[in-house]
């Protein structure tokens, strides 16, 4: 049996036996924030209960790092939808210790990808048109640098109202200790 299809078994007994009851909600955040973390496994229940949040008190924005990279990208995006459009008053970047993206090597990844069969060719294309893959695919040397960079181009983007403070944190995924790298109610 595939994972596919383990899946697909338990999500028969999941609708049939109406184990998504206990998950009802609306798509506006009960406790009007957005965080903006990382994807990392530890992360996916611990978060939570370590802030005291349950299924719809947040909206939650993931990706490798937790990293603000691009001002206009989707997750920027998908930040203003979650102040504009579905009620969420702040916003939290929490990045996590013992990051898989802290130290992340360009080169290595890309030595990766080819092992597992990206032509040359095809990173030579991207690379000719002007994107630097060993900076994008670049980690970071410290979470609490990475989190307030992030904060930073949060709080500075020129379509984030300013009254949305903006936070950061870092987690420990062991013990979901959180410390604080910027009180966004201090601006």
């Known amino acids: 049996m595939t994972l596919l299809s383990e899946i697909l078994d338990y999500n028969k007994t999941f609708i049939d036996e109406k184990l998504y009851e206990a998950y009802t909600t609306t798509k506006f955040p009960d406790k009007k924030l957005v965080i903006l973390t990382c994807m990392d496994t530890r992360l996916i229940e611990l978060l939570h209960k ?18 603000l990279t691009h001002p206009f990208g989707s997750i920027m995006r998908s930040l203003l939808i979650a102040v504009y459009e579905l009620q969420a008053d702040e916003v939290y ?14 080169e290595q990844m890309l030595d990766k990808m080819t092992k597992r069969g990206i032509p040359n060719e095809t990173l030579d294309i991207i690379k000719n048109s002007g994107i630097d893959l060993n900076q ?4 970071f040397d410290s979470v609490e640098e990475s989190v307030a960079h992030s904060v930073e181009m949060i709080r500075n983007h020129p379509l984030m ?3 949305v403070p903006v936070h950061g944190l870092v987690i420990n995924p062991e013990t979901g200790k959180l410390d604080l790298v910027i009180d966004g109610y201090k601006r």
Not at 54 to 59: A, H, L, M, P, S
Not at 136 to 139: S, Y
């Open 136 to 139: 994008w695919l670049q980690g």
């Open 93 to 106: 970047v929490i990045g996590h210790h013992d990051c898989g993206m802290s130290l992340l090597d360009g």
């Open 50 to 67: 370590a802030m005291n949040m349950k299924n719809g008190d947040v909206k939650v924005v993931k990706n490798a790092g937790a990293i």
């Open 161 to 163: 109202a300013d009254e």
